[in-house]
């Protein structure tokens, strides 16, 4: 990872609407980024459990920038589609860990070489502190080879 990944993943936490929510997210390697959210008065909705929209908001943008990151600047990655199932109440401290194998990264790579495009599917479930799934959000990506590449 150069400077400018790492300067940039210094920052993210500042993005406003994670800073808002109270998102914190940590780099653990090149494919793997964890990310917590404390139940706090900006991200508690009427009922006194996380916001639904927070809890999205702490799942948005990472398995996109892991895969750009992994696939490089001959690629284009966006994110095209999620959606998000509630499973229980987040009442305190949430967690989600992205992660995407050496394997999945080669296959994506190679099948988006040989396509125009592809639509790759991750999934993450958001815990609590005993582990329980609070949240599964199913993230749909974009990815195709650059022109000219």
Not at 53 to 67: E, N, T, V
Not at 86 to 106: D, L, M, N, Q, Y
Not at 128 to 133: A, C, L, Y
Request: net charge positive; glycine share 6%.
């Amino acid at each position: 990872m150069n400077f400018r990944q790492r300067l940039m993943e210094r920052f993210i936490n500042l993005y406003p609407p994670l800073l808002g929510a109270g998102i914190r997210s940590r780099t653990l390697d090149e494919r793997t980024i964890e990310v917590e959210m404390k139940l706090t008065a900006s991200n508690r909705n009427i009922v006194g459990v996380h916001f639904g929209g927070s809890l999205y908001a702490m799942c948005d943008p990472w398995f996109m920038l892991i895969l750009m990151r992994q696939l490089g600047a001959d690629y284009i990655v966006w994110d095209k589609a999620a959606s998000i199932q509630f499973k229980k109440p987040g009442k305190g401290t949430v967690r989600a860990r992205f992660h995407i194998s050496p394997e999945r990264v080669e296959e994506i790579r190679k099948d988006a070489d040989a396509q125009t495009k592809i639509e790759p599917t991750f999934v993450v479930d958001v815990v609590d502190t005993e582990g329980q799934v609070i949240a599964r959000v199913e993230k749909l990506l974009y990815v195709r080879r650059k022109n000219g590449s």
